[in-house]
């Protein structure tokens, strides 16, 4: 594993404590004292000097940030790696090829294993690894190593292709990144009147249940934009004077609403065709 942060970390404890992983794990990190609180308590080796790597391991966790991944081959010319070393990211946005190996370098097996999870918060160490999907990108043989080696976590497994893989990677962005954004915002605004923040948990748990059916989300909307009560939203508007950023994404979001209204009245009813002459 190169890599000691917070993916790395759950990563570790995963394999460590799931039974039939039959993982022998170490750990390359560029400042190990950093992470002997977590690498201690797994018993788990730490290097610093690529040199120093056990020979021919079965695979290579790239755990660094994406910005990283394009020197890790450079990296990974002084290790004793063999052609069935199996070298993988989990970046959801990085080509496959980043990884792979330079020219004149020991040929290595490479892959991508992306985690559609975010690790941004604080509870990655009981993080219930059965619920993450993942989403492969390689050769048939990298990725049947690929599989083999995830299976005990239970996780989903997605073949896909980069196309695939970079669709589903904004459509990650558009389901996590941009909805957190927006709670940040509600919250912001509850704040400024004393309100607790837990009062929105309910619509959330709501709206994020609804996605367990198989119905399109977009028949979900509900809210002044989508029945064009324009005096709601023009009071909405004047109490974010004071945050004009929101507001302007609120203005662009109830466009888009509204223009999905429309289009779903103009197929409803469809305007009359002029007779033919």
């Not at 000097?49 to 940030?65: I, S, T, Y």
């Not at 990655?124 to 690929?146: K, S």
Request: net charge negative; charged share 20%.
């Amino acid at each position: 594993m190169v890599g000691a942060g917070r993916l790395a970390e759950a990563f570790c404890r995963a394999m460590v404590l799931t039974p039939g992983s039959n993982a022998h794990l170490s750990i390359h990190a560029r400042s190990p004292e950093k992470s002997r609180s977590w690498t201690g308590a797994l018993n788990i080796p730490v290097f610093h000097r690529v040199e120093d790597w056990p020979p021919n391991p079965g695979w290579v966790f790239l755990a660094v940030p994406d910005s990283a991944l394009s020197g890790m081959p450079d990296l990974l010319a002084d290790a004793a790696l063999g052609p069935d070393t199996l070298v993988w990211h989990a970046a959801g946005a990085v080509p496959l090829e980043a990884i792979q190996a330079r020219a004149g370098q020991r040929a290595y097996r490479h892959a991508v294993a992306w985690p559609m999870m975010s690790f941004a918060g604080g509870e990655n160490n009981t993080l219930d690894w059965t619920e993450v999907p993942w989403c492969l990108e390689g050769a048939a043989d990298a990725l049947d190593h690929m599989e083999a080696l995830l299976k005990p976590l239970g996780g989903r497994m997605q073949r896909s292709d980069a196309r695939q893989r970079k669709q589903l990677h904004l459509a990650a962005v558009w389901a996590n990144n941009f909805p957190a954004y927006c709670f940040g915002v509600a919250a912001a605004l509850l704040r400024e009147q004393g309100i607790p923040q837990d009062m929105m948990l309910p619509i959330i748990r709501q709206s994020a249940l609804r996605l367990t059916g198989q119905g399109d989300p977009f028949d979900w909307l509900t809210g002044p934009a989508l029945r064009g009560d324009a005096p709601t939203m023009q009071a909405h508007l004047e109490l974010m004077q004071d945050h004009p950023e929101w507001a302007a994404l609120y203005r662009s979001l109830s466009a888009a609403i509204a223009g999905r209204a429309k289009g779903a009245a103009d197929v409803a009813d469809p305007a009359p065709t002029a007779p033919e002459d």
